[in-house]
């Protein structure tokens, strides 16, 4: 415990020397480069953060353009009380944790991309790998509090809105274009902008994103040199996407706009991590035995959005939208009949090309779709000295996913060399099923002023039906289909000191998370996971001087569901309840106006404290479960207790540089809280185990060559620190490398 009273008293000194500065302007609060309609946001700014009736972070393009960030991670590592478990070193799938809940696949946020559900079946197939492209947008909103009612089917963790880049005001165009070692390239275009017309405002917006790498992990050469180690394991991505907007030149403001998207990933991944002997010798090496994996995901998402503002007081948001996401990986999934986290342990020589084996390959295959609408009407209105922002807000929505597995064996062949059949064998009898969900959500949210106070209590309702299908092949072999109901609310509060810029908050949150049909089938029939949370903060917020945030929570999280834990298992159910109490700090300010230099200095601190323990032994029989034999008291798994993320600026006329350090407390890959690398049966699993803090160093410089044109250059990990970020899917894999990359952007 005395390196955590360390840490948080250099984070408290740290914070002391931001708000020191209270006199000085906040470069967070400067004006944005683009224009967006904040009726179609979360949060809309970093000044509307202030105005929060609980907790919540925004993101803008400034400080994502100070560190030119496209690591999903890296960004959400600035946001106190998200822990993040990298996979890939890419970000490619991140699994996102708020305030101690389960890590895994980010099953227990709430996903969306400007203010529609993102995440491919986010009730029939809350686990899926997914993320939207983090490179391309323009802003993140979080949401932690109380106003997270709003928002469903998974606010046990939180909400996460990704912002897309909007349609500017006027018309502009921007190009951007890096490149980095491992072959690694970044490119970004949009042009767009708004033209009136006798009819109304037309407004236009055209955007590619593209990056590829040949990534940073070596597949090594088999022993027997049949395999050359000459593949890659980078991957290829391009995202596209269309905004149109049209304003008519109506009595009454109406907008609407029209969004299309279209992305592609080929990414030669792997689920296998390496035997710890190996993870010392080379922590970004790959085994022969993975080189033939790879996924391959295709999304198109489209909505149709209106606005609709009867008067000053009246607003009405409608959206139509439509997801669909295919993907397909292929990878290694049993060797000699066993998991590969356990072969690395025993029969390392198998999976080098050392000695012969019989390979599984699988192919998961799974598709899926959503669609739904969702409506918003605000109200404004005073009862006697009451003032009144009341929300109203339903939503239908149905999703699905039909996951179909191929699967062939390879016999007695060296790893990475299969001589075996050309196509896969046919349908592995292993979890083919189809799960459909149709949910109808509704939610009311009042803010109401009077004097210093504002209360904002809100409820939310949902009915949930759904179906299941389990397959044996393509023949169903198990139907069942049910249907239930969860409620949820909340109550905000905010007093505004006599100092305008200051307010104290607090709240009591109770959140859900539903299972997935596989859940609820007769057999599994999980319980909703439910939690109640409570804060207390203190906000300030001063345009011209500096912005700090602190707050203590505490929730209860009961009847945890843990679905596929480790990959591809059928899931451990309800396995128990969860304690969190926490502490979170935020604050930034310009320290070079506060010595009156002509240069500036941004700084910017996000600390975060969370003790995440089990309330109770946990359930789980599953002796590969990293939740089984569980006992009170112990940490939840992946959850560190310290996070930081400082970051620190010098800005001159024309030239920029920034550093952000972050720290990583040391964490537990299961519930045992166990160092040794052994499942709860005593079998040797690599799954298993402790993993040590880590601190990464980040750079990046930029040189303004002319009022548009601007050149970079940037490196992550510039200490090149070897950390192990995770052990599963299958196996320890070690964090990135040193990054780096120059290239330019230019504004016309």
């Known amino acids: 415990m005395k390196k955590h009273y360390s840490i948080i008293a250099s984070s408290l000194i740290a914070l002391s020397l931001i708000v020191s500065a209270a006199e000085t302007p906040s470069s967070e609060t400067s004006e944005e480069k683009v224009y967006v309609l904040d009726e179609f946001q979360v949060i809309g700014s970093q000044e509307a953060v202030f105005n929060m009736p609980g907790s919540g972070a925004y993101i803008g393009p400034e400080l994502l353009e100070r560190f030119e960030f496209s690591n999903v991670n890296d960004i959400l590592r600035q946001v106190p009380g998200v822990y993040v478990r990298d996979e890939d070193g890419y970000g490619l799938f991140p699994h996102i944790s708020i305030r101690g809940v389960d890590t895994n696949r980010s099953a227990k946020v709430t996903l969306m991309e400007d203010g529609v559900l993102t995440a491919p079946a986010p009730y029939s197939a809350p686990s899926a790998y997914y993320s939207p492209t983090a490179g391309r947008m323009s802003g993140f909103e979080v949401l932690k509090g109380s106003s997270q009612i709003q928002y469903g089917p998974h606010t046990t963790g939180g909400v996460i809105n990704y912002i897309s880049t909007p349609i500017p005001e006027t018309t502009q165009g921007y190009v951007e274009?890096?490149?980095?070692?491992?072959?690694?390239?970044?490119?970004?275009?949009?042009?767009?902008?708004?033209?009136?017309?006798d009819f109304g405002t037309f407004g236009a917006l055209v955007e590619i994103y593209h990056e590829q790498?040949?990534?940073?992990?070596?597949?090594?050469?088999?022993?027997?040199?049949?395999?050359?180690?000459?593949?890659?394991?980078?991957?290829?991505?391009?995202?596209?996407?269309?905004?149109?907007?049209?304003?008519p030149d109506w009595e009454r403001r109406n907008v609407f706009e029209l969004k299309l998207g279209y992305s592609e990933l080929d990414a030669n991944e792997t689920y296998l991590g390496l035997n710890p002997a190996d993870l010392n010798d080379d922590p970004?090496?790959?085994?022969?035995?993975?080189?033939?994996?790879?996924?391959?995901?295709?999304?198109?998402?489209?909505?149709?959005?209106?606005?609709?503002?009867?008067?000053?007081?009246?607003?009405?948001?409608?959206?139509?939208?439509?997801?669909?996401?295919?993907?397909?990986?292929?990878?290694?999934?049993?060797?000699?009949?066993?998991?590969?986290?356990?072969?690395?342990?025993?029969?390392p020589g198998v999976l080098r090309g050392e000695t012969t084996g019989d390979f599984k390959i699988k192919s998961n295959d799974r598709e899926y779709y959503l669609y739904g609408v969702q409506s918003k009407y605000e109200h404004n209105f005073e009862t006697g000295d009451l003032q009144h922002k009341l929300s109203l807000g339903a939503r239908l929505h149905?999703?699905?996913?039909?996951?179909?597995?191929?699967?062939?064996?390879?016999?007695?062949?060296?790893?990475?060399?299969f001589?075996?059949?050309?196509?896969?064998?046919?349908?592995?009898?292993?979890?083919?099923?189809?799960?459909?969900?149709?949910?109808?959500?509704?939610?009311?949210?009042?803010?109401?002023?009077?004097?210093?106070?504002?209360?904002?209590p809100g409820l939310r309702w949902e009915y949930?039906?759904?179906?299941?299908?389990?397959?044996?092949?393509?023949?169903?072999?198990?139907?069942?289909?049910?249907s239930y109901s969860v409620?949820?609310?909340?109550?905000?509060?905010?007093?505004?000191?006599?100092?305008?810029?200051?307010?104290?908050?607090?709240?009591?949150?109770?959140?859900?998370?539903?299972?997935?049909?596989?859940?609820?089938?007769?057999?599994?029939?999980?319980?909703?996971?439910?939690?109640?949370?409570?804060?207390?903060?203190?906000?300030?917020?001063?345009?011209?001087?500096?912005?700090?945030?602190?707050?203590?929570f505490y929730t209860l999280l009961q009847d945890l569901i843990v679905e596929d834990s480790i990959a591809g298992g059928p899931g451990d159910g309800n396995v128990g309840d969860v304690e969190t109490l926490g502490l979170e700090l935020l604050a930034g300010a310009d320290l070079g106006q506060l010595f009156d230099q002509s240069y500036g200095i941004p700084v910017r601190l996000a600390f975060t404290y969370t003790d995440a323990t089990l309330d109770g032994d946990v359930a789980s029989e599953d002796p590969e479960s990293i939740f089984g034999a569980g006992e009170d008291g112990k940490q939840v798994?992946?959850?560190?207790?310290?996070?930081?993320?400082?970051?620190?600026?010098?800005?001159?006329?024309?030239?920029?540089?920034?550093?952000?350090?972050?720290?990583?407390?040391?964490?537990?890959?299961?519930?045992?809280?166990?160092?040794?690398?052994?499942?709860?049966?005593?079998?040797?699993?690599?799954?298993?185990?402790?993993?040590?803090?880590?601190?990464?160093?980040d750079l990046s410089a930029f040189y303004q060559l002319t009022d548009d044109l601007q050149i970079f250059a940037k490196a992550s990990n510039i200490f090149e620190e070897e950390y192990v970020t995770s052990r599963i899917p299958h196996g320890p894999r070690a964090g990135a490398p040193r990054l780096f990359s120059a290239g330019f952007n230019y504004r016309f």
């Open 419 to 456: 001589d075996g059949p050309a196509t896969l064998t046919g349908p592995d009898d292993e979890g083919n099923r189809e799960q459909e969900t149709v949910a109808l959500a509704l939610f009311a949210h009042d803010r109401i002023e009077v004097g210093n106070w504002a209360f904002t």
């Open 487 to 552: 409620f949820a609310g909340g109550l905000g509060f905010e007093y505004a000191l006599d100092n305008s810029n200051a307010k104290i908050f607090g709240g009591y949150h109770r959140g859900f998370s539903v299972p997935s049909p596989g859940g609820k089938k007769s057999g599994n029939e999980y319980d909703e996971e439910t939690s109640d949370t409570f804060e207390l903060g203190y906000r300030y917020d001063n345009p011209s001087s500096f912005y700090a945030e602190a707050v203590v």
């Open 284 to 347: 970004w090496s790959r085994y022969p035995a993975s080189a033939d994996d790879n996924i391959e995901t295709k999304h198109f998402r489209t909505y149709l959005r209106h606005l609709i503002e009867f008067d000053n007081e009246n607003q009405l948001t409608t959206t139509l939208y439509y997801n669909a996401f295919a993907r397909d990986w292929y990878k290694l999934d049993k060797v000699n009949g066993m998991n590969p986290a356990q072969i690395m342990l025993t029969d």
């Open 177 to 197: 274009g890096s490149y980095g070692n491992y072959d690694t390239f970044n490119g970004h275009l949009w042009y767009g902008g708004k033209k009136q017309t």
């Open 637 to 697: 798994p992946y959850i560190p207790e310290i996070q930081v993320s400082f970051t620190a600026g010098l800005e001159f006329e024309k030239f920029s540089t920034y550093a952000v350090v972050t720290y990583v407390d040391e964490r537990y890959a299961d519930a045992r809280n166990s160092s040794q690398q052994v499942n709860t049966d005593g079998d040797p699993d690599a799954r298993f185990g402790q993993l040590d803090s880590f601190v990464t160093v």
């Open 464 to 482: 949930i039906d759904w179906d299941y299908i389990r397959r044996d092949g393509r023949t169903p072999a198990e139907e069942d289909s049910g």
């Open 213 to 247: 790498t040949d990534g940073f992990r070596e597949i090594e050469e088999s022993a027997n040199g049949d395999y050359d180690g000459s593949d890659d394991t980078g991957y290829d991505r391009t995202d596209y996407m269309v905004k149109l907007s049209f304003e």
């Open 398 to 417: 149905k999703d699905k996913i039909d996951r179909y597995q191929d699967a062939a064996t390879y016999n007695d062949v060296f790893a990475g060399d």
